[in-house]
């Protein structure tokens, strides 16, 4: 079993935050203001410390973007 995980851990894509933000069509800086505020985290950092994102990460942006949206609507 830990070894069909850490297969799936090395074949899993990582995107910089650059590549994060051209696939959620929004700016790098959108989210570096995401990650200050809590919206976005990186779940991966590479050997240079550098953030990494994965899919889920960033599935995970779009849906806590979204939720936060709809409670500034509501309030």
Do not use: C
């Amino acid at each position: 079993m830990h070894e069909l995980w850490y297969r799936l851990m090395a074949e899993e894509r990582l995107y910089s935050i650059t590549e994060a933000a051209a696939k959620l069509g929004v700016s790098p800086a959108t989210i570096a203001t995401w990650i200050r505020l809590g919206i976005a985290k990186a779940s991966r950092q590479d050997e240079l410390g550098r953030n990494r994102y994965t899919d889920y990460d960033l599935v995970e942006m779009e849906r806590r973007f979204h939720e936060r949206q709809a409670r500034k609507r509501t309030r």
